[in-house]
């Protein structure tokens, strides 16, 4: 049987599952068979009607420090082109529920792409973010120029992604990348209380405020627009809108049905 290198924890609290890296004697470096079993996880938890928020985490010294730079080191451009890891990454962008990364420890390179692939970040007080890859003569390759560009700015991503320098969570939050700091030792704790009030809310309203943020984030701001109309008049369609403002109106709490 093939090393298990996500580990699942499916009702981590109702309604939320864990997804654990799992290759910690390598920092979590991210090859092709983790990535690969990423997304056939998600996949299976994406048909999993009771999970409705995953929690993506590593361990407290790291998230992952990177895509597998052993796995890469000797490969030609034809042969990425051929092995197409990106098209796994796709797969991953593509999740439909919201998608929380627990960073503790290093993020760095395709570590720190992963977790700006996710909806939100809550960083440990040791979490360090970077685009290192500079140092091994590439660059960010998953996406990591343009989505630190959205996240914190033209200028700051040029310092990171040209100079490979980590920053800490306290910077990593001031410049919007993540979400809220916990401490080290509750890390993952924290990140389920955090991630607890998003499965209380009606799984349909989620995925389409995911694809909807995601348009803003992603196209233009006309594109973004139309999206977000689009999804808001397909939710009048829905028995959780009419329960959820039924029971508004009737105070009291609603009992989504995911219809
Ligand atoms: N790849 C492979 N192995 C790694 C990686 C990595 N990215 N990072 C750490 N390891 C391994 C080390 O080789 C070491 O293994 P061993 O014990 O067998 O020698 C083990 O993890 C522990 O690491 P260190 O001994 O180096 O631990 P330190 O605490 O001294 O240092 C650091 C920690 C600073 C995180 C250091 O390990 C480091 O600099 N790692 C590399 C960081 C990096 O450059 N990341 C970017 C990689 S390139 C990339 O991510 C491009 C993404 C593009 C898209 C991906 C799809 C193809």
Redesign the pocket.
């Known amino acids: 049987m093939a090393e298990e290198l996500i580990l699942v924890e499916r009702q981590a609290r109702p309604g939320i599952a864990v997804l654990r890296l799992n290759r910690p ?3 979590n ?2 090859n092709l068979e983790l990535m690969t079993q990423l997304r056939d996880r998600l996949q299976e938890l994406e048909q999993d009607a009771d999970v409705r928020i995953c929690v993506l985490t590593g361990n407290e010294r ?1 998230f992952a ?8 080191a000797g490969r030609t451009a034809v042969d ?1 082109w051929q092995i197409d ?2 098209a796994i ?1 796709d797969g991953i962008r593509r999740f439909k529920k919201p998608l929380i990364a627990a960073v503790s420890g ?1 993020a ?4 720190c ?1 992963l977790a700006m692939l996710c909806d939100m970040i809550v960083a440990s007080d040791t979490a360090q973010f970077g685009q ?2 500079i ?2 003569g ?1 660059i ?3 996406g ?1 120029t343009q989505r630190l560009t959205r996240a914190i700015g033209k200028a700051r991503a040029m310092e990171l992604v040209m100079s490979g320098r980590f920053i800490d969570a306290v910077t990593a939050e001031r410049w919007g990348l993540v979400n809220k700091i916990v401490p080290a030792s509750t890390y993952l704790e924290e990140a389920l209380r955090f991630a607890q009030p998003f499965a209380q809310m009606s799984p349909l309203a989620l995925r389409a405020a995911k694809e909807a943020v995601n348009g803003a984030y992603e196209n233009h701001l006309q594109e973004g627009l139309l999206q977000e109309r689009r999804n808001f008049y397909l939710l009048f369609s829905s028995e959780d809108q009419k329960e959820g403002m039924a029971a508004f109106v009737e105070k009291r709490k609603p009992e989504w049905k995911g219809r």
């Open positions: 004697a390598d920092l470096a991210l790291a420090a990177g895509a597998d730079i052993k796995q890469m990425m890891q990106f990454w290093f760095l390179g395709g570590g792409e290192p890859e140092k091994i590439v960010p390759g998953a990591g």
